[in-house]
C-alpha cells in the first residue's frame, strides 16, 4: 500500500503543481494584456491632448502680411498673398504663406534678409528633396479632425514632379518652399528660431 501511496501523492503534486503553474502563466498573460491596454490608452489620450492643443493654437492663428515678417519691398515681389501667425503649445512661433511669385527674385529677396546670427545662417537658399516635406505634412495630417486641413495640395504636391522645394536660413527665420512653376505658386513655411 505504502508503494501505491508515494507514487498517487507525486502524481497528484505533479498535476497540482502544473495547475498552479497554468494559473499563474494566465494571471500573468492578463495582466501583461491588461497593462499594455493600458500603456496604449495613456498614451493614446497624450496624443489627443496635445493634437487639441495644437489645433486649438492653430485655429487661434492671426493673419499676418509678408511684408511684415520679410520687410523692405517683399510686397512687390508676392501677389495674391495670405498668411498666417501661429504660437505651438511649446511656444515657439511660425508662419505659413501662399502667395504667387516668380522664384528667382524671391529666392535672391529672402537670400538677402538681414540675419541676427550670420554664422547660423544660410548666404543661399538650398534645393531639396521634398519628400520628407511630404511625409511631415502626410503625417501631421493623420492626427488632425477632418476638413481642419486641406490634404488636396499633398495629393497635387506627391503627383506633381515639377513641384520645386528649397530650404533657406536666415537666423532667426528658417524658410521651407514649395513653388509649383506652372502657376508659380509658393507655399513658404517660415519658423522662427530663438
Do not use: W
Request: aromatic share 8%.
Amino acid at each position: 500500500m505504502k508503494k501505491h501511496i508515494l507514487p498517487v501523492i507525486t502524481a497528484l503534486l505533479l498535476v497540482s503543481c502544473n495547475k498552479i503553474e497554468e494559473k499563474i502563466d494566465q494571471t500573468v498573460q492578463k495582466t501583461t494584456e491588461t497593462v499594455q491596454q493600458k500603456a496604449q490608452e495613456a498614451v493614446e489620450e497624450t496624443v489627443r491632448k496635445t493634437v487639441s492643443e495644437s489645433i486649438s493654437s492653430l485655429t487661434n492663428s492671426e493673419d499676418v502680411k509678408f511684408s511684415e515678417v520679410f520687410p523692405s519691398a517683399g510686397a512687390t515681389i508676392v501677389s495674391e498673398e495670405k498668411g498666417k501667425k501661429f504660437k505651438f503649445p511649446n511656444g515657439s512661433e511660425g508662419y505659413l504663406f501662399k502667395y504667387k511669385a516668380d522664384i528667382t527674385p524671391l529666392l535672391v529677396f529672402l537670400e538677402k534678409q538681414p540675419s541676427t546670427d550670420e554664422n547660423k545662417s544660410d548666404k543661399t537658399a538650398r534645393k531639396i528633396d521634398g519628400q520628407s516635406i511630404i511625409d511631415k505634412i502626410s503625417f501631421i495630417s493623420k492626427f488632425l479632425p477632418e476638413n481642419t486641413f486641406d490634404t488636396g495640395f499633398l495629393e497635387d504636391i506627391k503627383n506633381d514632379k515639377s513641384i520645386e522645394y528649397y530650404k533657406l536660413k536666415r537666423f532667426p527665420n528658417s524658410s521651407t518652399i514649395i513653388y509649383n512653376p506652372k502657376n508659380q505658386t509658393v507655399i513658404q513655411y517660415v519658423e522662427v528660431n530663438k
